[in-house]
């Protein structure tokens, strides 16, 4: 029987869970891997398959159309099918939105419990969107005692987001609050950095999420030159995605300054107190998997 996840079945998922099924999920066989992206002006559809042997095969088709919030409709759609390993049959259909909320948020979760240092108080979120509210949600999972700072383009959209979460401070300067934090997660569509590399302080964690195209950045290069680099996995973040390809296209970086990917997840790990470790989100589609595969072993029978 073709189970239906809905969105709803969130309820019975935990953000700390999540993260160490991720880990788990890493010492599988690699992730075969293949991303399909189609552009028509600003509006892209990307198709997303993933094939790990032992845990199953997933086809993420996802569509982002940045105008839709102006028309009152959602900016991300799509469609998440479940297959199984052994004879390729269709398992569960999975809420979009479900999925890519705990896989996103959870995703950067996973880098931040290792990379960022355990005392962080202060966490910055830039970008006031849904990613930003699940970012909030995680975050305060793994360090229940942080203090929220939320800052956004437009200001009423931060003051939207502190409406609903009253305990967040808004931060109506960027700069500042970035130099003030000790965690910065960041979920923007920005396709020009806004986040400066002189403004980065020792010990901090940068939690980049929001760049997915070639053309979109939210670091600059002096960001990116100065920090220890992480990246979910250089397969599917280091040629496709701006934050990345642009400083190594241009010299800034060579490929080596990218430590690891979660296929080496005992090399994330600080070397001191003082060095700033950088978390480049790629969201690849052999994550989608492992969530889904958690989602439904989490949900059981319920």
Do not use: C
Request: no cysteine; hydrophobic share 45%.
């Amino acid at each position: 029987m073709i189970r239906t996840i809905p969105f709803a079945a969130e309820q019975h998922l935990d953000w700390l869970a999540l993260t160490d099924a991720l880990a788990a999920g890493h010492e599988l066989p690699p992730a075969k891997v293949e991303d399909v992206f189609l552009y028509q002006g600003e509006n892209t559809l990307l198709n997303r398959s993933a094939w790990i042997a032992g845990m199953g095969v997933l086809v993420k088709a996802a569509t982002v159309f940045p105008g839709n919030p102006a028309k009152g409709k959602a900016m991300v759609g799509g469609a998440v099918n479940l297959m199984s390993d052994d004879d390729g049959s269709l398992q569960a259909i999975l809420d979009f939105a479900l999925v890519t909320k705990w896989k996103t948020a959870g995703d950067s979760l996973l880098a931040a419990r290792r990379l960022a240092r355990p005392d962080s108080r202060n966490i910055l979120i830039v970008g006031a969107g849904t990613v930003g509210r699940s970012l909030l949600a995680a975050y305060r999972a793994a360090f229940p005692h942080a203090r929220f700072t939320v800052w956004n383009r437009s200001l009423s959209g931060a003051e939207a987001f502190a409406a609903a979460y009253p305990d967040v401070q808004i931060a109506e300067d960027l700069e500042s609050a970035v130099r003030a934090a000790d965690i910065v997660t960041s979920a923007t569509m920005s396709t020009t950095p806004i986040i400066m590399g002189d403004w980065l302080q020792p010990g901090q964690h940068i939690d980049l999420i929001g760049a997915y195209r070639p053309d979109m950045r939210e670091a600059d290069d002096a960001a990116i030159a100065k920090s220890r680099v992480f990246v979910d996995n250089k397969h599917t973040t280091m040629d496709h995605i701006g934050e990345l390809k642009a400083p190594l296209a241009s010299g800034v970086i060579d490929p080596a300054h990218v430590i690891a990917d979660y296929y080496e997840l005992s090399s994330f790990r600080r070397g001191s107190d003082k060095e700033i470790t950088l978390f480049k989100n790629g969201g690849g589609a052999h994550l989608d998997l492992m969530t889904a595969d958690y989602i439904l072993k989490a949900v059981g029978d319920a």
